[in-house]
């Protein structure tokens, strides 16, 4: 299935129940559209596996993949625990009431700032990623009299590239503590000794974009030969267990995702049955899955401007936005699909490249797409870029980042104003 939305009998893309034509209309474009109930429904896919077999589990939303104030909203309803990585994710998260003992604190350089908000305001735990932080945070902790529950990020030497996993002898990662050079250990030991800080498990987090379940299986199986020789030498038995995010979505027909129940059925078992191994009690587990809830869940419309046409070589369609609003072509030449949405059932007769509107080459959404025969005024949307869209939007040729509108049950509710021109120089100091 090329996008989970509808075609209406006006030959219209819907989203979440209205159609694309008048949400432009009514919002201007570039537009986000989130249809919130697929949000909800990849929320409660994870949630309700783990209760199907029992695990007590925390689902973190990794709001990197797109943090606003609605979306942590609906996280909280969707009964979500939160990933944040900076201040302004944790402040996002408190503006939005988010329960702060459900926030987990990530980040390989955080700093004392970041650290001071996170125990001032009780949150549920940090997830400690290198020395300098182990000590920043002992110092916050004494400071206002307080104890927090940490995890420790361990490297396990895995590396997932989408469909194989790299096993590499000594990692090179500029997150966490590495488990084969003893980095993990020495950590650890300085951790279970602390009187501030309380030691409740492991963390590790093997990549993004991924299709398969033996990369994960791989992590655990090394985290728990981490756990036994821990157990062995020094009694230690995780609480908790977070093997991160990174649960792969569709972007093209070349992507096959796994139903997201499959990745938490399969965890469960494996650490179930290594749990048992080891004799130890089953821990909490943990995931961070960021894209698997939001990804698939928003297109992006544009209208279409500029359609120069280099005869024998390439036409180029060109919308109203670009690598301000969806970095992630030119950074990792990610692919696309996209439809006319006023024409959205149209059959495609020729092959054009979309284009953004900023002073760069490399500015371009998609190369060789498929579209029916396209003017300027046309809808184009472009699927699957809920995730590292919104979220990495930038300001470049000083373009304002785009508005993000959520649709459910038929309605639709402006959940992030479009940002004006003259809101770029709120910033700027007169020289004059
Ligand atoms: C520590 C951590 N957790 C969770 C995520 C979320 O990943 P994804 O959006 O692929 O689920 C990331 C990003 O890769 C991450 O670095
Ligand atoms: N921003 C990346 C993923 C980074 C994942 C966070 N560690 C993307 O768009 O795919």
């Not at 749990?275 to 939001?294: F, L």
Request: charged share 25%; proline share 3%.
């Amino acid at each position: 299935m090329q996008h989970p939305f509808v075609i209406n009998d006006q030959h219209v893309l819907e989203i979440g129940g209205v159609d694309a034509v008048t949400l432009a209309k009514k919002y201007g474009t570039p537009l986000f559209v989130y249809d919130v109930g697929i949000i909800r429904k990849n929320a409660k896919a994870f949630v309700e596996a783990f209760e199907a077999l029992g695990v007590k589990a925390q689902v973190a939303y990794a709001s990197k993949a797109f943090s606003s104030v609605a979306m942590l909203q609906v996280a909280k309803q969707e009964k979500l625990s939160l990933d944040v990585v900076s201040r302004g994710e944790l402040h996002t998260a408190l503006k939005a009431d988010f329960p702060t003992e459900k926030i987990h604190l990530h980040g390989n350089n955080k700093s004392q700032e970041e650290i001071s908000m996170a125990v001032e305001h009780d949150i549920g735990c940090v997830v400690v990623d290198n020395f300098h932080e182990i000590a920043l945070l002992e110092a916050v902790l004494k400071e206002q009299g307080k104890q927090m529950d940490v995890l420790l990020r361990v490297t396990p030497g895995i590396e997932a590239h989408t469909h194989d996993y790299i096993l590499t002898g000594n990692e090179d990662s500029k997150f966490g503590f590495d488990i084969a050079n003893g980095q993990a250990e020495k950590a650890f030991l300085h951790v279970k000794d602390s009187e501030v800080i309380r030691m409740k498990g492991l963390h590790c987090h093997i990549g993004s974009q991924i299709f398969e379940t033996d990369g994960f299986l791989m992590a655990v199986d090394r985290l728990f030969e981490l756990i036994k020789s821990w157990q062995r030498d020094y009694g230690f038995e995780p609480a908790v267990l977070n093997v991160g995010g990174g649960f792969g979505i569709r972007y093209t027909e070349n992507d096959e995702p796994l139903p997201l129940s499959d990745y938490i059925y399969a965890l469960v078992e494996r650490i179930k049955a290594e749990a048992e191994k080891a004799a130890i009690e089953m821990p909490e587990i943990w995931i961070e899955p960021g894209r698997s809830i939001v990804g698939n869940a928003a297109a992006t419309l544009y209208t279409i401007g500029s359609v120069k046409e280099i005869p024998g070589v390439r036409k180029y369609v060109a919308v109203d936005g670009g690598m301000t609003d969806n970095l992630r072509p030119a950074l990792y030449k990610a692919v696309y699909e996209a439809k006319i949405a006023n024409r959205a059932d149209e059959t495609p007769v020729e092959t054009v490249s979309i284009a953004g509107k900023c002073c760069e080459s490399g500015d371009m959404l998609i190369w060789d797409i498929d579209l029916p025969k396209v003017e300027a005024g046309d809808l184009l949307a472009v699927f699957s870029t809920g995730a590292y869209g919104y979220a990495m939007a930038n300001n470049y040729n000083r373009f304002g980042r785009p508005a993000v509108v959520f649709v459910e049950n038929g309605k639709d509710k402006l959940v992030v104003r479009r940002e004006e021109a003259e809101e770029l120089t709120r910033l700027d100091l007169s020289y004059e």
